[in-house]
C-alpha cells in the first residue's frame, strides 16, 4: 500500500477520539496486511460468492479469510475446506458444541498472525468494497479502528421494514445511553480493528450475543480512536436469518453486563427482576382469591404462593436462562428444584427478617430489606447450580 496515495484520500465518517500517534505504516515484518474473519452458521450457499468478491477487491494485499463456522448442518465448514483448494487464503475454523456470533468473531480474530483484522458477514449484506478504503483510513489517520455505519451519512439499510428499522433504531439509542459509546452505528458488525488493539482488551470481553462491536467499545480500558465509514446494508444473498429472540436477550445481557453488571452479576439482576414480577403475580393471585371471599386468607396466600413460584420458573426458564433453557421432561425436576430452593428462600427470608427486627432492632422495612435480599440470593444461587446447572 502507498502511503502518499492514502494520505491525499478524504477522512469518510465521524472523528470519534484522537488517532494515536506513529501508527501511520503497516507492519512490515508481518507476512500479511490483513485477515478477513467471517463468522457462518448454514452459509453454505453463500461461501463460494464470499470468498470470490473478497479475494477481487483484496487482491493487491496479502491476506487471509477465516471461515469460523459452528458446525453449521448445512456443512458449511466442508465447503470452506473444499473451496480452499481453488482459494489458498482460505481457513477454516470450525467450532463443535458452540453457537454465538461475538464468541466466533473474537476467536477468529484471535487466529490470525496479521497487524489487522476485519469482520464481515457471510452472507454479503455487508459492502466488501468498502474494505480497501477502511484499511487505507485506519493508517493514513493512524486510528485503530474503521467502522462501518449505516447511519453515517451516504449509508443505509436497504430494503428494511419498518419494523426492523425502528427496533434497531431503538437499541442504537439504548446502547449509546447505557455504554457511553460515541459511534453513529454501535450495532455494526462491519469493522476493521488493529489486532493487538483487540489483544489488548480481549480479556474484558463478554463474548455475548450478536453485538461484538458494541463489547469491543464499551469493554473497560480506554477509548479506541476510530473512524467510520458509510455503507449500505444490502439484501441476504441466500440462505435464512439467524436473528431470533434470543439475540433481543443476548443484547439486554450485553447492555446489563457493561451498567449495573460491573458490580452485581447480570443473571443475578435477571433472577431479581423476575423475583419483582413474581411479587406482582402474587398480589394479583392473593387479591382475586382472598377479596373476593373464594378462600381463607391461610389457603389464599398458599395458592399465590404456588402460582408465583410456577410462574417465577417458567419466566427465569425462557429470560434469565434463555441460554440453557429447560425443554420437555427437564422442566418437571426443574421446577421441583426451583419450588424447593424458593421454600428454603422463603424460611431464610424471614428468619433473617424476624433476627434484624427483634434482636438487632432495625428499621422494619430495612429488616425485611435484608431478608428479601438474603433469600433471594440463595433462590438465585441455588437454582443457577441445581436447576439450571450452571456450576
Ligand atoms: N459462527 C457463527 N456464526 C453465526 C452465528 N449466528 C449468525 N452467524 C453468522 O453471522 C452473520 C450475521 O448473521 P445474520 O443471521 O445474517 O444476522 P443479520 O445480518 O443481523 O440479520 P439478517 O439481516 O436477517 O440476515 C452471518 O454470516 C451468520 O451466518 C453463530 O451462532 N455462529
Ligand atoms: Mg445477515
Not at 151 to 159: L, N, R, V
Not at 235 to 257: M, Q, T, Y
Not at 273 to 286: N, P
Amino acid at each position: 500500500m502507498k502511503s502518499e496515495d492514502i494520505a491525499a484520500k478524504p477522512v469518510v465518517g465521524q472523528h470519534v477520539v484522537a488517532p494515536r500517534q506513529n501508527q501511520h505504516q503497516p507492519d512490515k515484518a508481518a507476512g500479511l496486511d490483513i485477515a478477513i474473519v467471517v463468522p457462518t452458521y448454514n452459509e453454505s450457499q453463500n461461501v463460494r460468492k464470499v470468498i470470490s468478491v473478497l479475494s477481487a477487491v483484496l487482491t493487491p494485499l496479502r491476506f487471509e479469510i477465516i471461515f469460523v463456522d459452528d458446525n453449521s448442518p448445512d456443512r458449511t465448514a466442508d465447503i470452506v475446506r473444499d473451496l480452499a483448494s481453488e482459494y489458498p487464503q482460505v481457513r477454516c475454523l470450525q467450532r463443535v458444541g458452540r453457537r454465538g456470533l461475538s464468541s466466533a468473531a473474537i476467536e477468529g480474530m484471535l487466529a490470525t498472525t496479521a497487524p489487522v483484522v476485519a469482520l464481515i458477514d457471510g452472507d454479503l449484506q455487508h459492502d466488501e468494497t468498502a474494505l480497501p478504503k477502511m484499511l487505507d483510513i485506519l493508517y493514513s489517520e493512524g486510528v485503530d479502528m474503521v467502522v462501518g455505519s449505516r447511519y453515517a451519512e451516504g449509508g443505509g439499510f436497504g430494503d428494511w421494514s419498518q419494523n426492523r428499522r425502528r427496533l434497531s433504531e431503538l437499541a442504537t439509542r439504548l446502547s449509546k445511553r447505557m455504554t457511553g459509546v460515541e459511534l453513529t452505528d454501535p450495532m455494526s458488525g462491519f469493522f476493521l480493528i488493529r489486532s493487538n488493539c483487540l489483544r489488548e482488551r480481549v480479556g474484558d470481553l463478554t463474548g455475548v450475543g450478536y453485538k461484538i462491536l458494541l463489547d469491543i467499545l464499551s469493554a473497560p480500558g480506554g477509548k479506541i480512536a476510530l473512524r467510520e465509514v458509510p455503507y449500505e446494508f444490502r439484501e441476504r444473498e441466500a440462505g435464512e436469518s439467524k436473528l431470533d429472540n434470543k439475540v433481543i436477550l443476548e443484547f439486554i445481557e450485553l447492555l446489563l453486563a457493561r451498567t449495573i453488571g460491573r458490580w452485581i452479576p447480570t443473571k443475578f439482576i435477571m433472577f431479581a427482576m423476575v423475583g419483582a414480577l413474581g411479587i406482582v403475580v402474587h398480589m394479583v393471585v392473593l387479591t382475586l382469591l382472598f377479596r373476593s371471599g373464594f378462600v381463607s386468607f391461610a389457603a389464599g396466600q398458599a395458592i399465590a404462593t404456588v402460582v408465583a413460584m410456577t410462574t417465577n420458573f417458567f419466566v427465569n426458564n425462557v429470560f434469565t436462562y434463555f441460554d440453557r433453557q429447560l425443554r420437555g421432561w427437564q422442566l418437571l425436576p426443574g421446577w421441583a428444584t426451583f419450588c424447593a430452593a424458593s421454600a428454603v428462600g422463603a424460611v431464610a427470608n424471614l428468619g433473617i427478617a424476624v433476627y434484624l427486627f427483634e434482636t438487632m432492632d432495625t428499621v422494619w422495612f430495612l429488616s425485611a430489606l435484608g431478608g428479601v435480599i438474603v433469600g433471594s440470593a440463595w433462590n438465585y444461587a441455588v437454582t443457577a447450580l441445581y436447576t439450571w446447572k450452571t456450576g
